[in-house]
T-cell receptor, first 109, second 117 residues
Framework: GQNIDQPTEMTATEGAIVQINCTYQTSGFNGLFWYQQHAGEAPTFLSYNVLDGLEEKGRFSSFLSRSKGYSYLLLKELQMKDSASYLCAVRNNDYKLSFGAGTTVTVRA | GAGVSQSPRYKVAKRGQDVALRCDPISGHVSLFWYQQALGQGPEFLTYFQNEAQLDKSGLPSDRFFAERPEGSVSTLKIQRTQQEDSAVYLC???????????????FGQGTRLTVV
């Protein structure tokens, strides 16, 4: 089976930094994805990691350690529009994405 | 179209009624996925198509659920004799290449929110 854990909720102040952790135990690994989902909207792709290390993309960065089954998504210079749910998803050896339950981030002024 | 389009956006069905949910993927996308998302949860895999071939239907909860993609583009998810536990958002996603290829991100539609009363 697949087990993907991430915190349920996080709150941060506008302009601050927030780190969302994701740990996983899956049968096979072929990449880890982070998606952003605003309420009632489609999940939108943020980042992809398949090798260990940090991937930086503007205000968002994602880190992966395969040996530890661990990833994090780092959001810098938080803006109000960043309030959303952030989904960690692991692709197995085939094509299937297994998602965590999502972390709801609330950005306060 | 510019993105993945799903219709209807909202569907209310009486228990026992049959429903059909439509997905228009991005033109040219080979892979198509259906996911089910319960409130406050992440999406759960239902089924996967590569062109018109349904390669995996292991996530379909019961034989009341049926999906097809006859011409390798538009897909329909059909639920027969709906039950209250079928209430959820049904998300469709498509990707350009085969699902197992590298950074093959999936583009999601906005979903159909199904409520069974």
């Amino acid at each position: 089976g697949q087990n993907i854990d991430q915190p349920t909720e996080m709150t941060a102040t506008e302009g601050a930094i927030v780190q969302i952790n994701c740990t996983y135990q899956t049968s096979g690994f072929n990449g880890l994805f982070w998606y952003q989902q605003h309420a009632g909207e489609a999940p939108t792709f943020l980042s992809y990691n398949v090798l260990d290390g940090l991937e930086e993309k503007g205000r968002f960065s994602s880190f992966l350690s395969r040996s530890k089954g661990y990833s994090y998504l780092l959001l810098k210079e938080l803006q109000m529009k960043d309030s959303a749910s952030y989904l960690c998803a692991v692709r197995n050896n085939d094509y299937k994405l297994s998602f965590g339950a999502g972390t709801t981030v609330t950005v306060r002024a | 179209g510019a993105g993945v389009s799903q219709s209807p956006r909202y569907k209310v069905a009486k228990r026992g009624q049959d429903v059909a949910l439509r997905c228009d993927p991005i033109s040219g996308h080979v892979s198509l996925f259906w996911y089910q998302q319960a409130l406050g949860q992440g999406p759960e895999f239902l089924t996967y198509f590569q062109n018109e071939a349904q390669l995996d239907k292991s996530g379909l909860p019961s034989d009341r659920f049926f999906a097809e993609r006859p011409e390798g583009s538009v897909s329909t998810l059909k639920i027969q004799r709906t039950q209250q536990e079928d209430s959820a958002v049904y998300l469709c996603a498509s990707s350009l290449a085969r699902g197992d290829k590298g950074r093959t991100e999936a583009f999601f539609g906005q979903g159909t929110r199904l409520t069974v009363v």
